[in-house]
């Protein structure tokens, strides 16, 4: 996507070698004009995908995951919660996940009343990294029965292999963006 | 607003005397076409604020604020986070809220970047029910210089105080389901 490109050179920062800030319009202060062409990608890889729902991790991954589901025929989303609210009286699915950024090893948890054998579900997050994230949500849709039909990040970092960890899976892959390596401040990206 | 109280009835659950859980369509799982209409009414409400941005906290806030921002002409939306990533490296301010739900009292940040004396926000929540989360933010907006012109909650918890906290501040509330009571699970609205 190359309108993403622009905006990341434009906004975005890369720092050290593995990390790119886009706290600018996507992950603390979000640009919703741009969120929307975001959406409109995700909608146009994924109309044929077959889901029924798209699964997220909050917080960072929600708005991204709804404005993809408004151009997938208003999917419903499910995001997966770092804990457990009182109000959660049903049951959940639960695994562990690790932050690459937060440097952090958390549970996720999705209520068993929203994920189900029925689903075919549909994972939309804003980074792909070591691909905890994903792997985490397709963990909990396989406790659940369910099927994921393919996943969708904004950023890839291929040089951490989440990419190719959730390819192995067989499960298609598409990143609006991917990032071979970051050097000198200057980030670079796998050819279209 | 009418279509709030009736999926409120139809998808929503009261737990004991204090908790309204709509977590099938707003809190987990989100109704994205529901989501529209929620975006819809605070555009409607809010269009005379004279907002530049809006501000919510991670990570149910997200997806309404969102939504209002797309009614109001694209503002910016800035998310309060939880805990500092590591990668922001420019300073925040930084406030404590006591989450009703989970029972806990976090900190909660924004960055220097995204708010500052130039800003008249607007702030969009799922619930209003003893007022920590919006007076948190009120209090970055002070700190930032800033100035706060109107809140907005999806759900107002009426008997917990937080709306009569905000309007003693003197800004403007706009609660679209106004709740004065949950009693044998039944929920008691404010007549409009």
Do not use: W
């Amino acid at each position: 996507m190359e309108a993403l490109k622009e905006k990341i050179a434009k906004e975005g920062q890369a720092i050290g070698g593995d990390i790119v800030k886009v706290d600018g319009f996507l992950n603390h202060r979000i640009d919703v004009a741009f969120l929307e062409q975001i959406g409109q990608a995700f909608g146009s890889a994924f109309r044929d995908a077959g889901a029924n729902k798209i699964l997220t991790i909050e917080a960072s991954g929600i708005a991204i995951a709804c404005a993809a589901a408004r151009y997938l025929g208003d999917l419903p989303v499910v995001y997966a919660k770092k804990a457990a609210p009182n109000t959660m009286v049903d049951g959940f699915y639960e695994t562990e996940v690790t932050s690459f950024t937060k440097r952090t090893v958390s549970k996720v948890i999705i209520s068993r009343s929203y994920l189900g054998p029925e689903d075919r579900a549909l994972i939309i997050d804003d980074f792909l990294a070591h691909g905890e994230s994903a792997l985490g949500l397709m963990d909990l849709v396989e406790q659940a029965g369910g099927r994921v039909v393919g996943a969708g990040a904004v950023i890839e970092k291929e040089f951490q292999g989440g990419g190719a960890r959730i390819r192995e899976k067989g499960v298609p892959l598409v990143s609006l963006a991917v990032i071979t390596s970051i050097q000198d401040g200057k980030i670079y990206y796998r050819e279209d």
